[in-house]
């Protein structure tokens, strides 16, 4: 195992990043569900970016929640 593998799976400190993340997740619960169904609409034919501009919409809420890219 690499060693930024190792440190991806060393446990935080605080939570308070996942905190956030699960914060400006749940503001974007209609862009999140409607990347989600076109997940759905297409998973036995899925392909490299069918659902690209879902996702972004999706991307793009959290990062204004989150004050921050990503």
């Not at 440190?7 to 956030?20: E, I, T, V």
């Not at 169904?37 to 959290?62: G, M, P, T, W």
Request: aromatic share 8%; with cysteine; charged share 20%.
């Amino acid at each position: 195992m690499s060693a930024t593998s190792k440190s991806l799976l060393r446990p935080r400190k605080n939570g308070s990043q996942l905190k956030q993340l699960m914060s400006a997740t749940a503001q974007c619960a209609t862009q999140s569900t409607a990347y989600g169904q076109c997940i759905l609409k297409h998973y036995e034919n899925i392909s490299k970016d069918v659902c690209a501009a879902e996702f972004q919409v999706f991307r793009q809420c959290v990062q204004e929640h989150l004050g921050k890219k990503w």
